[in-house]
Structure formats: C-alpha cells, structure tokens
C-alpha cells in the first residue's frame, strides 16, 4: 500500500483525517466535564445537594477527560507507527 500522500486525493485525504482527530480531542476533552458539570447543578437543583457535588464532578470530569484524550492520542500515534512500517516493509 501506498502513502496516504501518494495516491490520488490521498493529500486531501491526510488532511481530513487530521481535522477529525482534532475534532475528536476537543470533544473527549471537554465533553466529559461539561456533562459531569451539567449533572452535578441538576443535582443540586432536584435534591439540594451541597457545593461538594459540583466539586467532585469537576474533578472526576477534567480527569475522564484527560485520560480520554490521552488514550486517544495512544492509539492515534500507534495507528501512525503500523502505516510507517507497512509503508517501509513495501519500499524493501
């Protein structure tokens, strides 16, 4: 198999797959602490939880987060490593 840049479109197509996994960060970032935020004030509000719960979800939000976004780049930087040695093992 060919590089991505190589092949037809296949420029575009590096670069859209790039802009999706950013998209995929900022969302795996930022989405576990705005719903674990959002859960905590309706708690709140329904049962009249103290201001420990919004503090706990904050916490336990910003780590989900971190660790989301950390696997993520994991296995975005491992897919990287397989199509750099395929592409090696074919130019051989």
């Not at 190589?6 to 670069?15: C, D, K, N, S, Y």
């Not at 719960?53 to 993520?72: E, H, K, Q």
């Not at 491992?78 to 750099?84: E, F, P, Q």
Request: hydrophobic share 50%; charged share 20%.
């Amino acid at each position: 198999m060919k590089d991505p840049a190589e092949r037809p479109g296949g420029t575009w197509m590096l670069v859209l797959s790039r802009i999706g996994l950013l998209t995929q960060l900022g969302l795996t970032l930022v989405a576990p602490p705005l719903l674990l935020v959002l859960g905590a004030l309706w708690l709140q509000k329904r049962f009249g939880c103290g201001d420990w719960i919004l503090l706990a979800a904050i916490l336990v939000g910003v780590i989900s987060g971190i660790c989301g976004t950390a696997g993520l780049i994991r296995d975005a930087l491992a897919h990287d490593r397989r199509t750099v040695d395929k592409n090696q093992g074919e130019h051989r």
